[in-house]
């Protein structure tokens, strides 16, 4: 069964990178995109960024796109997202979600979020 | 800043049809597709509707999806204390390069 499992809780100062990591499994992970996706407390989702996990291209949101990488490591399935400068409104959960592009289906599967919280 | 504009609550009793509304001020949504999504909170969201009006497998057939110009729903019929939980629309936005999200719906049975 398809499964993404996503890092550990971080806590950064303001200022600071995050590395999250979003491991698959049950599929082939070179043939689908990941996106990701966070959610501050209370509020709705927005959407950060896509990776091609096969080509490695990637598509970041204009809201990100100064301070957000996204890479992947074909060898262990796994995506990856960096965001730098982190600041106090980037307190979030992060979910990694993936894109079934074969028949149009965006976030057919996510992740359970990793929370990030930025405070000095 | 959602560019999707949902009703922030919506409710019904067991049993019943609800419809929860997106729309889009401009003509996207002419062009591509809607998504909805069911979050229960504290989880992830989870994919109920895709390409405007698609199940994936194992959603109920109480969850449909359209689209009208300018506006897409979601209905359930059948309403069941279980589907108590936010919902958001999301669709490609050609303007922006990127996908927006509605700022959800809170459904309460």
């Known amino acids: 069964q398809v499964q993404l499992v996503q890092s550990a809780a971080e806590v950064k100062n303001p200022g600071a990178s995050v590395k999250l990591s979003c491991e698959t499994s049950?599929?082939?992970?070179?043939?689908?995109?990941i996106h990701w996706v966070r959610q501050a407390p209370g509020k709705s989702l927005e959407w950060m960024g896509w990776?091609?996990?096969?080509?490695?291209?990637?598509h970041y949101s204009q809201t990100f796109q100064d301070r957000v990488t996204m890479t992947r490591d074909t060898s262990a399935n796994t995506a990856y997202m960096e965001l730098s400068s982190l600041r106090s409104e980037d307190t979030a959960v992060y979910f990694c979600?993936?894109?079934?592009?074969?028949?149009?289906?965006?976030?057919?599967?996510w992740g359970p979020g990793t929370l990030v919280t930025v405070s000095s | 800043q959602s560019v999707l504009t949902q009703p922030p609550s919506a409710s019904g009793t067991p049993g019943q049809r609800v419809t929860i509304s997106c729309s889009e001020g401009?003509?996207?949504?002419?062009?591509?597709?809607v998504n909805w999504f069911q979050q229960v909170p504290g989880t992830a969201p989870k994919l109920l509707i895709y390409?405007?009006?698609l199940r994936p497998s194992g959603v109920p057939d109480r969850f449909s999806g359209s689209k009208s110009g300018t506006s897409a729903s979601l209905a359930i019929s059948g309403l069941r204390s279980e589907d108590e939980a936010d919902y958001f629309c999301?669709?490609?936005?050609?303007?922006?390069?990127?996908?927006?999200f509605g700022g959800g719906t809170k459904l309460t049975v």
């Open positions: 999301a669709a490609w936005n050609d303007k922006l390069s990127g996908w927006m």
């Open positions: 390409r405007d009006n």
């Open positions: 401009s003509s996207n949504f002419g062009s591509n597709y």
């Open positions: 049950g599929y082939t992970f070179t043939g689908y995109y």
């Open positions: 990776i091609n996990a096969g080509q490695g291209n990637t």
């Open positions: 979600a993936r894109d079934n592009v074969k028949v149009g289906a965006a976030f057919d599967f």
